[in-house]
């Protein structure tokens, strides 16, 4: 054998074995596929009918900016296609962010009040504010007081370690799914990882679910930019009163927020879930 | 000054510094890619959209091959196989990174927040200044590395010298 073909057949074995090594270790791999769980396990923090054709189970973190985004397109789908969606919100907060765990335990003292939708606008229309604060604990408890919670059991909740479990078990779901950033998103099953992608694929993912015609494609940047004051976090849950709070991109209006409001789904509790707890 | 400082410090650099230069290079994208490779193709490809600046259809294209490309030309480099296309190929990766970068603060005037380099569940965790200043590093060293003619300890010496190990003086 001769110095070339030797090189090239050490070649062509290494690559063999690399790709080989790579797909075996990958296969092998513990993974999720499902996640939609059974009714009777989820969480109660949803929007939309139980029975919905599309169904979102999405990973996000207080603190990410790329949520906060993705959050105002989430609304507009929502908007767009109602009744047709359940939307299963999953805390995911990432290690880097130093305040995102108490952000999170904030907003799941206010579910247990029935008013998470309302303090999770409340949360990223002021993520620039907390999560660079020294104490953020006290912004925490305003917006609590803004939104009508009972105090003192927001308070005891806010220190409850069944609270932080709660939280952690959704995480641990996302990685057990291999969530590895946020926003992440399940449609159907279908894993749709950043705000770009679900604007592009998750869009006409749920448009051929429900059996529509694609929507004609444009670039990211010239969707945002071609429909102001269409995605607004004021434009899903009733307004409570924020003012100045803006998506980057868009216009909300308080108009608009009392406008819509009416014509959309209410925070559902799930009987079953809450009865576990 | 210091770019001739730089080059000084390469020419004297021994043949042993050469190959753990190599085998850093190889070794960041190797890792690189296979961390890419052990999550879901989701992942990679939603931080490729997030860059908003590379033409859609490619994007998909993009998130199923660089992962095998840094993985495989990572590989060669650590061991030694066609060194001097593989320094190319990895430079290439990096002048790519940074062209995306440059663009994108250009065109968006943002950057992302993170740029997937490592995978989205990656141990490493790099801010996006922190890849900039690696891939330039790394686009140095792999240009050095493409205009070296022998590799000390690697596939190429072996395969090619019948065997004989070239030794540094």
Redo the contacts between chains.
């Keep these: 054998m001769n110095?070339d073909r030797?090189?090239l057949m050490?070649?062509m074995m290494?690559?063999f074995f690399?790709?080989t090594g790579?797909l075996v270790?990958?296969r092998n791999?513990p993974?999720a596929q499902n996640a939609n769980e059974p009714r009777e396990l989820s969480n109660s923090r949803g929007y939309g009918p139980y029975d919905a054709p599309v169904q979102i189970v999405e990973y996000s973190d207080f603190q990410?900016?790329?949520c906060k985004r993705a959050q105002a397109l989430v609304e507009k789908i929502l908007e767009d296609y109602p009744g047709k969606i359940r939307l299963n919100y999953r805390h995911f907060p990432l290690e880097?962010h130093r305040w995102s765990s108490l952000a999170h335990q904030a907003a799941e003292c206010a579910h247990q009040a029935g008013k998470f939708w309302e303090y999770q606008k409340r949360v990223y229309g002021d993520q620039a504010a907390w999560s660079v604060s020294i104490s953020p604990s006290d912004l925490f408890f305003q917006y609590a007081k803004d939104l009508n919670l009972d105090m003192d059991a927001f308070k005891t909740c806010m220190v409850d370690p069944e609270v932080r479990r709660r939280i952690m078990d959704d995480k641990s779901k996302g990685q057990r799914l291999?969530v590895?950033?946020t926003p992440?998103f399940f449609i159907n099953n279908q894993?749709?990882?950043?705000?770009?992608?679900l604007e592009?694929n998750g869009i006409d993912l749920i448009r051929q679910i429900l059996g529509l015609p694609p929507l004609p494609?444009m670039?990211?940047?010239s969707s945002m930019a071609s429909s102001p004051g269409t995605s607004t976090l004021s434009s899903l849950v009733p307004s409570i009163g924020v003012p100045g709070i803006q998506i980057p991109g868009t216009s909300a209006s308080p108009t608009v927020a009392i406008s819509a409001a009416s014509s959309v789904p209410q925070e559902q509790t799930n009987p079953q879930a809450v009865a576990s707890k | 000054m210091i770019l001739s400082s730089v080059q000084n410090g390469f020419k004297r650099a021994s043949p042993l510094v050469w190959l753990m230069a190599r085998v850093f290079l190889g070794l960041v994208f190797a890792y690189a890619g296979f961390s890419k490779l052990m999550e879901p193709m989701e992942n990679f490809r939603g931080a490729i959209a997030g860059y908003r600046i590379i033409p859609y259809f490619l994007v998909p294209w993009i998130a199923i091959t660089i992962p095998w490309i840094e993985f495989i030309f990572g590989m060669f480099a650590i061991l030694g196989y066609v060194t001097r296309t593989s320094a190319f190929v990895l430079g290439l990766l990096s002048f790519g990174f940074l062209a995306l970068m440059g663009l994108s603060k250009l065109f968006l005037g943002s950057l992302p927040a993170s740029c997937g380099c490592f995978g989205q569940g990656s141990f490493i965790q790099l801010t996006v200044g922190q890849d900039v200043l690696l891939n330039c590093f790394n686009f140095m060293l792999s240009v050095k590395l493409g205009s070296l003619k022998t590799h000390f300890l690697s596939l190429d010496t072996l395969l090619r010298k019948e065997g004989r190990l070239r030794l540094p003086p």
């Design positions: 110095a030797r090189y050490t070649g290494l690559i690399l790709v790579v270790l990958k791999q993974l990410c900016p790329a880097g291999q590895k950033a992440t894993r749709i990882v950043g705000q770009v992608e592009i494609r670039t990211p940047a």
